[in-house]
């Protein structure tokens, strides 16, 4: 990276839609993506903060990208042999992913979009 920092990403994606579906995916993908952050955050190492308070979610394409920006936030999130005694933990993105809030955001916001 040119900045010289690691970034921890997720992408969702919802290619080769039209229309109100496309909009529609665009919209489940951003709410995914926000359930994501705030369950990844929580989960974050929080030594100080810094790390949780480096989470973003922003709109690519026709899907959302989570970022963790801090500098060392891949190396946090790889460390599966690091102590977290201010609470936290290793793959705290991983595991948000795979929380089953997001996918619910997903489908609510989706259908909500399209007038359901």
Same mark, same amino acid.
């Given at each position: 990276?040119?900045?010289?920092?690691? +970034?921890?990403?997720? /992408?969702?994606?919802?290619?080769?839609?039209?229309?109100?579906?496309?909009?529609?995916?665009?919209?489940?993908?951003?709410?995914?993506?926000? #359930?994501?952050? #705030?369950?990844?955050?929580?989960? #974050? %190492?929080?030594? /100080?903060?810094?790390?949780?308070?480096? *989470?973003?979610?922003?709109?690519?394409? !026709?899907?959302?990208?989570? +970022?963790? $920006?801090?500098? &060392? @936030?891949?190396?946090?999130?790889? *460390? /599966?042999?690091? +102590?977290? %005694?201010?609470? $936290?933990?290793?793959? &705290?993105?991983? !595991?948000?992913?795979?929380?089953?809030?997001? /996918?619910?955001?997903? @489908?609510? @916001?989706?259908?909500?979009?399209? *007038?359901?």
């Amino acid at each position: 990276m040119a900045d010289g920092g690691l +970034r921890v990403t997720s /992408t969702l994606e919802f290619s080769g839609l039209s229309g109100a579906a496309r909009e529609a995916g665009r919209a489940a993908a951003m709410a995914a993506g926000e #359930a994501i952050l #705030a369950r990844a955050a929580g989960l #974050a %190492p929080r030594r /100080t903060g810094a790390l949780a308070g480096s *989470g973003s979610v922003s709109a690519e394409g !026709d899907g959302a990208v989570v +970022r963790f $920006g801090a500098p &060392y @936030a891949a190396v946090q999130h790889e *460390g /599966t042999g690091f +102590r977290h %005694p201010g609470g $936290g933990q290793a793959k &705290y993105l991983a !595991d948000a992913v795979s929380d089953p809030a997001a /996918t619910a955001a997903m @489908a609510e @916001a989706f259908w909500r979009t399209l *007038g359901g």
